[in-house]
Nanobody, 125 residues
Framework: QVRLVESGGGLVQAGGSLRLSCDAS????????MGWFRQPPGKEREFVAA????????YYADSVKGRFTISSDNAKNTVYLQMDSLKPEDTAVYYC??????????????????WGQGTQVTVST
């Protein structure tokens, strides 16, 4: 079992920055990927970024590439999402997720085994 707790959300003006954190506890050594997903108001949840726990390889959705950076501190079992040049369309509830299974692509939410409770990010114009 893995418990995930997100923090760092809030209200920011367009063009601003926020850093989200995801603290993981439990059997974190079984993590294969850690991912960030988001659900905009009235829309489906979508992939944002992922990091392969052992290698640090990172992957991004096209909509955030060049603006968001995912990173991890394995010693602290924490994953971060640095969000720069924020846009109003980045407004969403952001979720951290842990993927244990080897099947399923890292950008596919159903491939993840554990989820945090989410943190709200609101970008104003």
């Amino acid at each position: 079992q893995v418990r995930l707790v997100e923090s760092g959300g809030g209200l920011v003006q367009a063009g601003g920055s926020l850093r989200l954190s995801c603290d993981a506890s439990g059997r974190t050594y079984s993590n294969y990927y850690m991912g960030w997903f988001r659900q905009p108001p009235g829309k489906e949840r979508e992939f944002v970024a992922a990091i392969r726990w052992s290698s640090g390889d990172t992957y991004y959705a096209d909509s955030v590439k060049g603006r968001f950076t995912i990173s991890s501190d394995n010693a602290k079992n924490t994953v971060y999402l640095q969000m720069d040049s924020l846009k109003p369309e980045d407004t969403a509830v952001y979720y951290c997720a842990a993927k244990w299974r080897y099947s399923g692509a890292y950008y596919y939410q159903d491939a993840y085994d554990y989820w945090g409770q989410g943190t709200q990010v609101t970008v104003s114009t």
